[in-house]
């Protein structure tokens, strides 16, 4: 009734939330680097990057959750990675230049492989795809987002510290 068809529909739901987590992030990146005064760490750069969206899908309930799923379900499609780069790529770049301070001598290169594991993660978190809940017979659930926070960034952080300190080649 409001949108001329369903991909503007599309577009309209995927902008009004990521809109409020590419604004909770960017205020979380600005208090975190205040409060560091310069010297910024992986693991706390990975919280606020992955805390605050966590936290944002928590609070929002089923819905939350059925959010994230549905992020996870598009990010892989050729239509979605427009909207990403669209909504989410300052918020990334953001990152990024906190990690060229907290890793001063791992190479662009290995940052930006980094961040793309670092995606393929969260993606995979955010799906519930129940593959996890089956595997640890139930002791893990994959729509327990609160246990996905509270492990998801410093499992990562751990990738990132241990990334080569010298550039490889192509």
């Known amino acids: ?14 902008a009004r939330r990521a809109g409020l987590s590419v604004e909770r992030r960017l205020r979380a990146f600005d208090r975190y680097e205040k409060d560091v005064n310069g010297k910024p760490t992986v ?17 929002g309930g089923e819905g939350g ?11 892989s499609t050729p239509e979605a990675a427009q909207l990403f780069e669209e ?12 990690l060229r301070k907290a ?8 940052l930006f492989w980094g961040i793309h594991f670092l995606t393929g993660a969260v ?12 595997l640890s017979g139930g002791l893990c659930q994959s ?14 952080a751990a990738g990132f510290v241990s990334l080569p300190k010298k550039a490889s080649a192509k």
Do not use: C
């Open 103 to 110: 890793l001063p001598d791992v190479p662009e290169r290995s």
């Open 1 to 14: 009734y409001y949108f001329d068809d369903k991909l503007e529909l599309f577009r309209a739901v995927f």
């Open 123 to 134: 993606m995979h978190s955010y799906a519930h795809s129940g593959r996890i809940d089956r």
């Open 143 to 156: 729509d327990d987002l609160a246990s996905i926070r509270e492990f998801l960034a410093d499992f990562i």
């Open 87 to 98: 909504h989410f790529n300052p918020v990334i770049l953001r990152f990024l230049g906190i």
């Open 43 to 59: 693991s706390g750069a990975l919280h606020v990057l992955l805390d605050t969206d966590f936290d944002l899908y928590i609070e």
């Open 65 to 75: 959750r059925n959010y994230a799923a549905f992020v996870a379900q598009i990010a």
